[in-house]
């Protein structure tokens, strides 16, 4: 069965393989891990093999290292997968700390989402420091009525995003 449009049931076809985007496996990994779903079988495919393959999640947007991390910290962790996303994701960094899916300005769902993947890594001083700086740039973004400005105008989910991020800091 064909789920969310991520992994083709043809196998024939596909060879086995996931189809759709990484990050689109991605979030159906969070989905089913919510669930309580194995992910090394899921149809079978594994899906957790995804996750550890930091040169196919890394050619993503910063969304494909941040889903990873949340996924990571979900499922008990792999040093050298969280440290790969980690320094995707302080590489990423815009230098008004914020992060972005494409271009030079920040986006404050990217950069809430971002923070959101930190949170659990903050103890690391790189991490810790990469926090405040997108913590200052999603500051910025906000508005005086508590909204996001973004390129499509300002949104209910970007202010969820901020919430969860504030949430998953302490804050």
């Known amino acids: 069965q064909t789920m969310m449009g991520c992994i083709d049931d043809s196998k024939d076809e596909n060879g086995g393989k996931l189809s759709g985007p990484v990050t689109g496996n991605l979030r159906l990994s969070m989905a089913?891990?919510?669930?309580?779903?194995?992910?090394?079988?899921?149809?079978?495919?594994?899906?957790?093999a995804l996750i550890l393959d930091t040169d196919k999640v890394c050619r993503t947007t910063v969304m494909g290292p941040t889903f990873g991390l949340l996924l990571l910290s979900n499922l008990g962790g792999d040093e050298t997968a969280e440290q790969v996303y980690l320094q995707h994701l302080k590489d990423k960094q815009l230098a008004d700390g914020g992060w972005a899916l494409s271009g030079q300005i920040s986006d404050p769902d990217a950069t809430a989402m971002a923070l959101q993947a930190l949170s659990g890594y903050r103890d690391r001083e790189p991490v810790a420091q990469a926090v405040e700086r997108g913590l200052d740039a999603l500051s910025a973004a906000q508005n005086a009525d508590g909204s996001f400005a973004t390129n499509d105008g300002t949104s209910c989910e970007s202010i969820a995003q901020a919430i969860v991020a504030l949430a998953e800091l302490g804050i």
Do not use: E, P, T, W
Not at 32 to 48: A, C, T
């Open 32 to 48: 089913l891990l919510s669930l309580g779903q194995d992910l090394s079988n899921v149809g079978g495919y594994d899906l957790k």
